[in-house]
Each structure stands twice: as C-alpha cells, then as structure tokens.
C-alpha cells in the first residue's frame, strides 16, 4: 500500500466555529478553506483538516460512542489499501463513497477508532 500522506480530520457541523477555535489556539489561519464546509491548517508535524460530514455520513459522527476525530491515510490505490485491511482481518465495513476529492472508505483499527482511506482524484 503506497501512501501519500496521514493526517488527522475532525469532522464538525459547526466548522466555522470550529476552525475559529484552534485558529485562535494556533494562532494561525488556516492554509486552505471553504467557509462552512472545510479547513486545513499546517503546522510542524502535523496537517489538521477540519469538515463537515457529507450527508451520508452523518449517521458516522451522529453516535456519541464515536469521536469525530480520525486518521486520515492518503493511498495511491484505495484498492489495494482495502485488500491490506482484509488481509489484517479488518474489512471496511461499507462500500467506497465517491466525493469532490476522490474516493473513499471509512475503516477502524483494533479498538474501533476511525480510519478514512482516501484517494485523490
């Protein structure tokens, strides 16, 4: 699995406030946005991508047993991430969503924290 890129995403219905908050705690604005939507900062070490969830996530970040928080990985080939996941015994649990910057799947890890394999278009 070849990747290109990890970082950590929030997802948010409120990503304006959001990103108002830790561009306050950075004390920093953020590198890209589209207001209402999303936002990335960049620091030393670390790539924060705030967003709002797509509607037919939003049952994903809705349960309070979950945190909106997830790794992001950035793959070349989102297929063969999928097959490295099956091979762990891992399977995504849901089917490949296409949206305005590539395609991607949500997975866990061991103690069920959010993996999203994403890749660009």
């Given at each position: ?28 604005s953020p590198k890209t946005q589209i207001l209402g939507k999303y ?73 069920g924290n959010r993996l999203i394999l994403h890749e660009k278009r």
């Open positions: 699995m070849n990747i290109s890129e990890i970082f950590v995403t929030i997802a948010s219905l409120n990503v304006d406030e959001m990103v108002g908050f830790y561009a306050h705690l950075f004390d920093c936002a990335e900062f960049w620091m030393p070490g670390l790539k924060l991508v705030i967003f709002k969830p797509q509607k037919t996530h939003l049952c994903e970040f809705d349960d309070p047993a979950r945190s909106g928080l997830s790794l992001c990985v950035e793959v070349d080939n989102l297929e063969d991430a999928i097959a490295r996941l099956n091979d762990l015994g891992h399977p995504p649990p849901g089917d490949i969503t296409v949206a305005s910057h590539g395609r991607e799947i949500y997975a866990y890890d061991l103690d």
